[in-house]
């Protein structure tokens, strides 16, 4: 089981949601939340990454504000900024470098919807920290990109049916990124619609991409930290 931890982030205190592998050690990952907040969903992926191996912890960005409304998380996302939330997961990466268990030296970052655009940015913006990143339908936010600062592969994960993030905006990412000479790839899954592995939400899971996309993240966490 994970438990509620709290990290230091450029000045002021963070909480997260931690869990390590019944080993006691592994790489580290962190988990980036979708716009509804820290909720059961992404507690479970923090604790399912630790009985795959990992050393995991999502951070609270929200601070302890969730939501099932779509009008209220459009708010919340709203009013997140993505500097401040770049921080604070680099300050949950860095958390998880600092843990005994922890046996990688860069860790990974994997997010979904909104978390998978802060995955993304993380990943460029905190180079020395992160040496993975996937990013499930993420592309919400118009960030800048540094993307020559990209240190590490990067998994970029669409449904087919997917009309907030198309696939077209991952494909054509991954080409760019290729052509900097960097390790990318992007993923469609067919009949798979936005937010296609959340379990919790029955309208739009879909269990044999979320399933098999599972297993790439695992595969690429395991290979590059």
């Keep these: 089981?994970?438990?509620?931890?709290?990290?230091?982030?450029?000045?002021?205190?963070?909480?997260?949601?931690?869990?390590?592998?019944?080993?006691?050690?592994?790489?580290?990952?962190?988990?980036?939340?979708?716009?509804?907040?820290?909720?059961?969903?992404?507690?479970?992926?923090?604790?399912?990454?630790?009985?795959?191996?990992?050393?995991?912890?999502?951070?609270?960005?929200?601070?302890?504000?969730?939501?099932?409304?779509?009008?209220?998380?459009?708010?919340?996302?709203?009013?997140l900024d993505a500097d401040r939330a770049e921080t604070e997961i680099a300050g949950a990466g860095a958390y998880l470098l600092q843990q005994p268990g922890c046996t990688s030296k860069k860790v990974g970052v994997v997010g979904f919807c909104m978390g998978g655009a802060l995955a993304q940015y993380a990943a460029v913006k905190s180079p020395g920290v992160f040496g993975a990143a996937v990013s499930f339908y993420g592309g919400f936010r118009k960030l800048e990109m540094p993307w020559e600062n990209l240190a590490g592969p990067v998994l970029l994960i669409h449904g087919e049916k997917d009309k907030n993030v198309p696939y077209e905006q991952g494909r054509a990412l991954a080409e760019k990124l290729r052509e900097m000479g960097k390790d990318a790839e992007a993923i469609e899954y067919p009949n798979a619609d936005h937010a296609f592995f959340n379990d919790a939400r029955p309208e739009v899971y879909n269990a044999d991409a979320a399933a098999d996309a599972w297993q790439r993240t695992l595969a690429l966490f395991r290979r590059a930290l």
């Design 1 to 79: 089981m994970g438990q509620r931890v709290t990290f230091p982030s450029n000045g002021h205190t963070c909480q997260g949601y931690f869990a390590s592998p019944e080993s006691g050690s592994g790489p580290g990952v962190v988990v980036i939340q979708e716009w509804w907040g820290l909720v059961p969903h992404i507690e479970d992926l923090v604790e399912r990454f630790a009985a795959a191996g990992f050393v995991a912890i999502a951070p609270d960005l929200y601070h302890g504000k969730t939501t099932k409304s779509p009008d209220d998380a459009m708010k919340l996302l709203m009013e």
